[in-house]
């Protein structure tokens, strides 16, 4: 936000419109950017999109609060719009002047104004331009701190949801492990089981999805593979195979079995991370929401 030239929107009623206008002519004078709205709005308008498209780099917003503007619907929107952040950029400003002694609405009650007449319009002219430097620098410093907090937090939560979800491989054998044959002539006496270490213990879910996996493998792989496999820390147990069926069939079928699990939870854990994220930010929001209105609201 420039501290060189301040940019102004006056709202204000239309029986209001003479003081409007020398208020602005005088801010012109003193290099002020003054935006003034000097056309009726016709039926079929959007007063959101009226406004914000005139204003949409203002600085500060100024409201003419008459007795004619307390019985404008058109002022009191435009008013309660500036007051809820939703004209123009990040950190605008609500600039009160006050016309004919009126009360003051209850949204800026707790904001120090200016009392305006046709008789002190240059006076209040220069206070106006004598205060903008410091409101800019104030918004500019609010703004920036609510971006770098934001940039803070964003950073917080990609990095503990972003990390790198890393593959599990087989390492193994677990020689010492491998069971014997029965060799008693009985159907499967001759199979036995076979551990395999895997290179660290997987996450629950991904011991799971191996399982399911292996229970139904890829599509692309038609090699033979025994019935159960089961896993257990970081080992992989195949019951009911030979040693020479793990070289020739289940070596190849467990590299494709490991790739599409290994994938599919990286994919998986990469969604959860970016939905964490997006939670996160809607719970920021939300509560910032929560602290603006509350700093608005008054109740006395």
Same mark, same amino acid.
């Given at each position: ?121 240059? *006076? !209040? %002219? ?7 430097? @410091?409101?800019?620098?104030? =918004?500019? +410093? #609010? ?120 994938? *599919? !939870? %990286? ?7 970016? @939905?964490?994220?997006?939670? =996160?930010? +809607? #719970? ?17």
């Amino acid at each position: 936000m420039s501290t060189e030239v301040a940019s102004i929107f006056i709202s204000y009623s239309h029986a209001d419109k003479e003081l409007a206008r020398a208020l602005a002519e005088a801010l012109r004078r003193r290099s002020m950017k003054v935006w003034i709205d000097e056309g009726e709005l016709k039926i079929g308008d959007s007063i959101i999109e009226r406004i914000a498209t005139a204003i949409a780099d203002i600085d500060f917003f100024l409201a003419l609060v008459s007795e004619s503007s307390h019985n404008s619907n058109w002022c009191q929107k435009e008013l309660a719009l500036a007051v809820t952040g939703e004209l123009g950029r990040e950190g605008v400003k609500v600039l009160p002047v006050r016309v004919g002694g009126v009360t003051m609405p209850a949204a800026i009650a707790d904001v120090f104004y200016l009392e305006l007449q046709e008789s002190n319009v240059e *006076d !209040v %002219a220069d206070r106006i331009v004598s205060a903008a430097p @410091q409101h800019q620098e104030e =918004a500019r +410093q #609010q703004v920036t701190s609510r971006r770098d907090a934001t940039g803070a937090q964003s950073r917080q939560v990609k990095s503990s949801s972003d990390e790198e979800f890393e593959p599990v491989r087989l390492v193994g054998i677990v020689e010492e492990g491998v069971g014997r044959p029965r060799s008693d002539g009985s159907r499967g006496s001759a199979l036995y089981r076979i551990p395999l270490r895997l290179s660290r213990t997987p996450p629950p879910d991904w011991a799971r999805h191996f399982v399911e996996t292996w229970d139904h493998p890829p599509q692309f792989t038609t090699m033979h593979r025994p019935g159960i496999a089961s896993i257990a820390g970081d080992t992989v147990v195949l019951n009911g195979t030979t040693m020479d069926e793990l070289e020739r069939y289940h070596v190849e079928t467990l590299r494709h079995v490991l790739a599409k699990v290994n994938t *599919d !939870v %990286a994919a998986h854990e990469q969604r959860e991370g970016l @939905q964490r994220a997006r939670d =996160a930010e +809607q #719970q920021r929001q939300h509560d910032e929401s929560v602290r603006e209105v509350s700093a608005r609201l008054k109740f006395d």
